[in-house]
Antibody, heavy 128, light 111 residues
């Protein structure tokens, strides 16, 4: 059974830092691209960051670029999100999510898939 | 950035009836469109990918259609467990860099 379990959330002051972890099990973690997605209280879903299966390709949403760092340890079946310079607007439940298998389109361009498995989320609250 | 717009924001439908949810992209995403269902306190669940392919274990009453910029999720006969919030998501990796974007959601409520 595929399982994704996030941890590391909590209350932090504005300007502070936090490191989230996502422990994966039930599948070959090193073969899958992964993402972080967040959801502010009562709001919709916002994609945060993507990392390829090897960790060599990384993308960020503009709202977190320069402040957040995604990484992974395939030997430990774990995904991470280092969050620095936190702001009140970063308050949200943070989910890790696995990407389905991507494909190459007719132009030979790689298209990553959507998210087929999600963790239960970890709440990050940025407040003084 | 590709902007996804869902309509309506809230849809009131009676159990057993059909629900039709819409999603529009600000530019073409081909068929790189997914739909998710989210219930209170739960993580989203993938329903549809490739605009029209049901994910594993999703009942046949859920169907997706569309391509380019206009997409529809149809639930043919609403069951009590279908009342939830639904999000569309584009995963078209063009133009680069990759930017997944979600719609703002449609809340499907019991009429």
């Amino acid at each position: 059974e595929v399982q994704l379990v996030e941890s590391g959330g909590g209350l932090v002051q504005p300007g502070g830092s936090l490191r989230l972890s996502c422990a994966a099990s039930g599948f070959t973690f090193s073969s899958y691209e992964m993402n972080w997605v967040r959801q502010a209280p009562g709001k919709g879903l916002e994609w945060v960051s993507y990392i390829s299966s090897s960790g060599s390709t990384i993308y960020y949403a503009d709202s977190v670029k320069g402040r957040f760092t995604i990484s992974r340890d395939n030997a430990k079946n774990s995904l991470y999100l280092q969050m620095n310079s936190l702001r009140a607007e970063d308050t949200a439940v943070y989910y890790c999510a696995r990407v389905t298998v991507g494909y190459y389109d007719s132009s030979g361009y790689y298209v990553p898939g959507p998210f087929d498995y999600w963790g239960q989320g970890t709440l990050v609250t940025v407040s003084s | 950035e590709i902007v996804m717009t869902q309509s309506p924001a809230t849809l009131s439908v009676s159990p057993g009836e059909r629900a039709t949810l819409s999603c529009r992209a600000s530019q073409s995403v081909s068929s790189n469109l997914a739909w998710y269902q989210q219930k209170p306190g739960q993580a989203p669940r993938l329903l549809i990918y490739g605009a029209s392919t049901r994910a594993t274990g999703i009942p046949a009453r859920f169907s997706g259609s569309g391509s380019g910029t206009e997409f529809t999720l149809t639930i043919s006969s609403l069951q009590s467990e279908d009342f939830a919030v639904y999000y569309c998501q584009q995963y078209n990796n063009w133009p680069p860099p990759l930017r997944y974007t979600f719609g703002q959601g449609t809340k499907l409520e019991i009429k």
